[in-house]
């Protein structure tokens, strides 16, 4: 699969502005393999700083064809679309990089590996969505692991659980503590090369994929758990097998400093952070059963917000919920790691 | 697929007195095809009435070949060991009904349709627990339903959840209400005739799959949804797609009288009951956003005591809980009926 030295290109097709390309912007921030090129005729001639807060240096190109020119040997898909489908356009493009002798690499629920078997020479198709092994059934095994464990629940999708989980992983290790990762999504799993595609697993199974991921590592002090989805969305139950799986000690919630509603669902209000931290943590403990895992920290995206107004927005929101309030982005993580 | 004048067998070889036999003794209530036979060679030469309240005559025999003489033309797999999967030893006897013109229902994990393809006559293998269709992701779209719409939950698993909810249904239908069963794990499935095999739907698809089934129904003013697992126990997450999917107006807490744990995580307590119903109420109406379905009737089986000691432990359960507790097979439905 996808080596260190391997050179990407990320498509983003008309997603560059959108928030559905977050696949592509994590794989930006954390992926350690050169990125030549991020693909996206709306927005070609420009760079990726343009986009985000990045130090690397990518251009944005017309096509697949420019990407390759620039070297690029792997295409990641970078746009993840709600319910993972791959829409028919796409696929000319994937064609011509299979053609070409690109691999790729797809975190989508549609699966490309059997497309284009027998299409291939030396290059790959890695669907990253695809559960590598049936677990055995759960039975809160990873009580069995005597440090701490830290899911990342949130208040919807897509609003920083993997990026608040990431950084903490890295701020931890970076104090040379004994941390390990637990990706469940997609793009965790690219960037770190393990973990589960929870949502991809049968319900029946959810919660002994979780585990199994969980006692890997459970020779680590610290471990993160990706977080998926939200209590509060229609959409998503990953929260629960995530909780059952991990048995976690500490509880981080995610949120987007800007959202009052659902992003998908907009008739949905945020409700009261307090009453929702209650409800996420009562059922991790279930009355008592489950260790006693707390709140103890709100990691909130407060990117689209000035230094100013990112601070006013953080003390809201620790005063809403009597929590303290970090942007692991642009705070780092020294505070989250107090919180523990 | 089981046609109404079909004759079933049911093999619960070594299973009639554990209680992983609910496939087979839930048939026996509720299949309204001829039952010729139940194949257990530990009890052969009894009557199923030795093992359940029924009023069929069922005769339990040795082997499968000893049904087929009795007209066995279908054998239900009435056995689901936890995980879902197919002991070995099983597929000496399945080999024998196939290659006898003996068709198959199985309700576990493991499929049997592509073991026997091409070696099947005019018999057939039913996989229950194969999902039938991708769903759209779920968006809460069965607050479009004006009725009321009844969510079975929990302690355990194995507790009563079908029952109540299928006793419940047949007594609505009885009074000549408008009513629909939502079946959503094999037994329901296989006796219905419909529904979705929740627990073998990806994790992502889980929500989308009990809307859509929801929805089938929404021409009902009362809508049972049967009910799946526990948010206290670690092998089952199918609680929250259950309650996100049908978004219920209206809970019923289904337990055993006789357990103080988890049947197979012993050192798993079961909580207090206030606590444990106020959980599942917050979890369902999450803060307000979704209706504020209340927990309005406890369904008891109390099949293991005499009629004196299950009207003790009904009237402690009401004392400990704030709410009316009914056996549904005992009492009838009438009770619970008045609670909606």
Redesign the interface.
Known sequence: MLQPKDKVAIYMEGHLESDFGKMGFGAVRYLTNDIVAVIDSAQAGREMSNFMDTSRSIPVVNSVEESIALGAEVLLLGIAP???KIPDFWYETLDKAIDSGVSLINGL?DLLAPRYEGRMKQNWVWDVRVPQFIP?????RALEHQGKRILCVGTDNAVGKMTAGLELYRGLLKQNRSAGFVATGQIGITVTGGGIP???????Y???AV?TAVLEQADKDYIIIEGQGS??N????????LM??S?PTHLILCMRGDKTTLR??TQ??I??LR??I??NE??AS????YPDAKVVAIAVNTSMFSEADAQLVKERITAESGVPAFDPVRDGVQGLIECL
């Open positions: 709600v319910g993972g629920h055995a059934i759960g039975s809160a929870l949502d991809a697993f049968k319900v029946d959810a919660t002994g585990e209590l509060l229609p959409s998503s139950t990953a929260t629960l097998p059952r799986g048995c998908s669902n949905i209000k409700p009261n009453e929702f209650a409800l009562s059922l279930v009355c008592g059963t």
